[in-house]
Nanobody, 122 residues
Framework: VQLQASGGGLVQAGGSLRLSCAAS????????IGWFRQAPGKEREFVTD????????YYADSVKGRFAIFRDNAKNTVYLQMNNLRPEDTAVYYC????????????????WGQGTQVTVSS
């Protein structure tokens, strides 16, 4: 599978963005999908993920209540709705796919897409 993340941009604090992670390949509906982010000078951070069925999601405390992940397997796409954005959300956001999701850990992701830049101005 190949992943393509899109939807990033520049937004003011308090604004919203929706990221998309589009996948090629017929195995998408069997894959767990995660979103990660990396800010300049910082380590990569696990943000959220969703199980292959969509029945299980996890959110890091830093985004809980503000971000929502959902998927449309018919469109081979996972979305990350980001509301009430803060300057500290500024980062390159990556989506990743895997078969061995470990709930709450960010582990189990082997295939990565290129990132999309999200910049939140204060």
């Amino acid at each position: 599978v190949q992943l393509q993340a899109s939807g990033g941009g520049l937004v003011q604090a308090g604004g919203s963005l929706r990221l998309s992670c589009a996948a090629s390949g017929r195995t998408f509906s069997s894959l767990n999908i995660g979103w990660f982010r990396q800010a300049p000078g910082k380590e990569r951070e696990f943000v959220t993920d969703i199980s292959w069925s969509g029945g299980s999601t996890y959110y890091a405390d830093s985004v809980k209540g503000r971000f929502a992940i959902f998927r449309d397997n018919a469109k081979n796409t996972v979305y990350l709705q980001m509301n009430n954005l803060r300057p500290e959300d500024t980062a390159v956001y990556y989506c990743a796919a895997g078969n061995s999701r470990v709930y709450g850990s960010g582990r189990g992701y082997e295939t990565w897409g290129q990132g999309t830049q999200v910049t939140v101005s204060s």
